[in-house]
């Protein structure tokens, strides 16, 4: 039995208080930098520190295989994730590119691949080798995985996140890579929510409008076949989710038992930390939106977090390509607190009081 966090605690409202003093002592109109300011603040609250600190940054890359893909609920074979997986480590992937620009390392973890992945003897981006078992089973004719697979999965991404506070980085961004996990993310935000399946599903990797609704069909099935239980996160995690998505959901918690801000991606990590809220609701002040995908079911799990998203450039990669976008944003609302002028320190009037 994996034994649930401890440790997750409500943000540092003295922290927020000193933050939100500074903020108005900073040479603006007060309040004029808007969501950067909250942004800042939130930081500050989560790190118990006035003036936060986020760099360095590290965007983990969870990657797991899924057995509902013989159902055909994919545009793209499953060998494409061990596929992209190296194109990750080589340095090639649009997320590569996206972390370079926020200056954030890589890390891939095959919590599930369900090949063996030849580790390229030089490469920057680290390969993290934790696989819990070689892909999950076909949900739509019985559970995904056992539940204690399901927890071995949520362990590899706890340790994950104590392996990456060791090392010092200061913000995590969530990304995966898994072929048919769009259709796992759909019937645990169908399940957790209790929204009809057919609102939570989407194209995914590009499916024609008959192959969304042979999704639909498909999860629905899945979802009747294994009964998952909604109060009973973990249970709707084995039976319908997937092992990238349990190695997310322990690794979120993992970041906020270690006061680091986690950015999260679109719909696969949205669902994973929608998992992790349902087994520990403070975890979601840890939490900041990125992207909106074009998945119909991101909003769903963004409204059920009470997330909001910076922005929403009609993306649906998925690999952690909107959280690494976002990223220079959350590092700007930490540069604005620690590198600006207070009025008095500038010799600027303040607003006549
Ligand atoms: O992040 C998203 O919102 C997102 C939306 C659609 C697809 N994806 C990516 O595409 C893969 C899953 O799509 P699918 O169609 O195979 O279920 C997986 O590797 C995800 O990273 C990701
Ligand atoms: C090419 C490709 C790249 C991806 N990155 C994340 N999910 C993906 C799915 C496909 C198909």
Redesign the pocket.
């Known amino acids: 039995m994996w034994k649930l966090p401890i440790g997750i605690e409500e943000l540092n409202q003295e922290a927020i208080k000193l933050a939100s003093e500074r903020h108005d002592q900073l040479t603006k109109p007060q309040g004029s930098l808007g969501l950067l300011e909250e942004i800042g603040i939130r930081l500050a609250g989560i790190q118990g520190e006035t003036i936060p600190t986020v760099t360095p940054c590290a965007v983990v890359l969870m990657a797991g295989d899924h057995g509902v ?1 013989e159902e055909g ?4 074979p499953s060998e ?2 061990v596929q ?1 997986v190296l194109n990750f480590l080589a340095g090639g992937a649009a997320i590569n590119a996206l972390a370079r620009n926020a200056n954030a390392d890589v890390h891939v973890v095959d919590v599930g691949v369900k090949s063996d992945i030849p580790v390229p003897s030089e490469t920057s981006n680290r390969l993290w080798v934790k696989k819990v078992r070689y892909g999950t089973d076909n949900m739509a004719k019985g559970p995904a995985m056992t539940r204690e697979e399901a927890e071995k999965a949520l362990q590899v991404g706890w340790e994950m996140g104590s392996q990456l506070h060791q090392a010092g980085y200061k913000m995590v961004a969530l ?9 796992a993310s759909a019937a645990i935000t169908a399940v957790l929510t209790g929204r009809p399946v057919q609102e939570v599903v ?6 024609s409008s008959q192959g969304v609704q042979h999704k639909i069909e498909t999860i629905q099935k899945a979802i009747r076949v294994n009964s998952p239980n909604p109060t009973d996160p973990i249970d709707v995690l084995a039976k319908v989710g997937g092992l990238e998505i349990c190695g997310l959901a322990g690794l979120i918690l993992s970041c906020a038992a270690h006061r680091i801000p986690v950015v999260v ?5 949205s669902a994973a930390a929608l998992a992790a809220a349902k087994i520990e609701p403070l975890v979601r002040s840890y939490l900041f939106g990125s992207h909106q ?3 119909p079911g ?1 909003r769903i799990v963004l409204e059920a977090l009470e997330l909001q998203p910076l922005f929403d450039f009609s ?5 952690g390509s ?1 959280a690494a976008l976002a990223l220079p944003v959350v590092q700007a609302a930490a540069r604005v607190l620690r590198e600006m002028a207070t009025f008095a320190e500038a010799g600027v009037a303040d607003a006549a009081s």
């Open positions: 893909t609920v994919s545009a793209f494409v994730t992209m990304g995966e890579m898994g072929i048919g996990n769009t259709t989407g194209v995914g990797t590009g499916l991606d679109g719909f696969i990590t995908s074009v998945e991101h993306m649906r990669l998925g690999e909107g």
